[in-house]
């Protein structure tokens, strides 16, 4: 067993709320600086910016994880993580039938960079992302299981699309097997207000938006990684949260 840190929701220049600075190379940069083993990219009903990342992240040494946040048709952040690169690319082809397109205004949001692992800009996203898919919350964690995948809501403890600001409570369905909240000293109120956390994984993370929002190294999971590779740390890690 060993001692992983970790950040599990990371937004990049493909998300219009995201920095442009906050391209694959720099983030998986940064969180060799910050002295974080594990990192998760995490950008708005998106996963086309996953493949430059893993190939920035094998230059710097971080493992990569291909997700996405996932806003559901009720407006609730959703984080999903995949153990294969394959397997998030075919869960963003689902996510991208069933989204609602609305043009994205580049004037007012910003650029949706689509990048390659050198840093360079392959595309635009001319749809806004960010917006609520036709996914409900309910339904959430079956496609993304179907995919091999774990799902989970995102920062519980924030008013903006927090499951919790939206639905007025956790509920008991559909049974997320964790739950994330951006700060960790909210951890003991929101266990004590909301009894069925108490079962669940809790996940610290930054959702950073911009480089200077990636935390130095502080939340972590013991995981077995015998006989290493960078592949069984991603399969501990998401069995781990599935609750395997």
């Not at 002295?35 to 094998?58: E, W, Y």
């Not at 004037?107 to 949706?112: K, L, N």
């Not at 989970?152 to 909240?181: K, M, W």
């Not at 130095?216 to 890690?237: C, G, M, Q």
Request: aromatic share 8%; glycine share 6%.
């Amino acid at each position: 067993m060993s001692r992983y840190y970790y950040d599990l929701h990371i937004h990049s220049c493909l998300s219009p709320c995201a920095d442009n600075d906050m391209t694959p190379a720099n983030i998986a940069g940064t969180a060799t600086l910050a002295g974080i083993q594990i990192m998760a990219l995490t950008d708005h009903n998106s996963v086309r910016n996953c493949p430059a990342f893993f190939k920035a992240c094998k230059r710097y040494g971080v493992i990569p994880v291909a997700g996405m946040e996932l806003t559901t048709a009720e407006d609730i952040h959703v984080v999903c993580l995949f153990e294969e690169l394959e397997q998030a690319m075919a869960f963003g082809e689902e996510v991208d039938s069933r989204r609602i397109r609305i043009p994205n205004r580049v004037d007012i949001f910003g650029d949706q960079r689509i990048m390659d692992d050198g840093d360079n800009i392959i595309g635009l996203e001319e749809f806004m992302l960010p917006n609520a898919t036709e996914i409900s919350v309910e339904e959430a964690p079956s496609i993304v299981k179907k995919y091999g995948g774990v799902c989970y809501p995102a920062h519980i403890d924030r008013q903006a699309n927090g499951i919790i600001s939206v639905l007025g409570t956790f509920p008991e369905s559909p049974p997320f097997s964790c739950a994330e909240l951006h700060d960790k000293e909210k951890i003991p109120p929101h266990l004590e207000k909301y009894p069925v956390l108490k079962d669940k994984t809790i996940v610290i993370s930054s959702d950073a938006h911009y480089l200077w929002d990636i935390r130095d190294a502080d939340a972590s999971f013991e995981l077995d990684d015998e006989p290493y590779s960078s592949a069984l740390v991603r399969r501990r890690l998401i069995e781990k949260l599935k609750g395997v």
